[in-house]
């Protein structure tokens, strides 16, 4: 679909192309990730438009783009305190395979003995 073909910005506001005719060295959040980039603190410089313009990615410079940060030690095991905090129950003290439900603030054997 040709509508969306504007590479020069002028009627969308920035160059934009239909859904699977980006130019080569430009790629989505999604693309850089799987590459193991990301886009570097870098605005989009183009994006794609599809299903009648309702859908929007924006593209960004691969050269521009910076390879993925990696979690500290320190943080990743902030993180598994934290997750195996909701997994904890605040009456029984057991730690369950499942996320403790916000709503109960308990786990499923201690909201009305396991029966829903």
């Given at each position: 679909m040709t509508v969306f073909y504007d590479p020069a910005g002028t009627r969308y506001g920035m160059p934009t192309y239909p859904y699977r005719l980006a130019p080569n060295g430009l790629a989505t959040r999604r693309q850089l990730r799987a590459a193991g980039l990301r886009p570097g603190g870098h605005d989009p410089v183009a994006q794609i438009l599809w299903r009648r313009g309702k859908r929007v990615a924006y593209l960004y410079r691969l050269d521009l783009a910076a390879p993925k940060r990696t979690a500290t030690p320190a943080q990743r095991e902030a993180i598994a305190k934290a997750l195996r905090a909701?997994?904890?129950c605040r009456h029984c003290?057991?730690?369950k395979p499942y996320y403790i439900p916000r709503?109960?603030?308990s786990c499923?054997?201690?909201?009305?003995g396991g029966a829903r």
């Open positions: 909701r997994r904890t003290g057991h730690i709503r109960t603030g499923l054997d201690c909201t009305s």
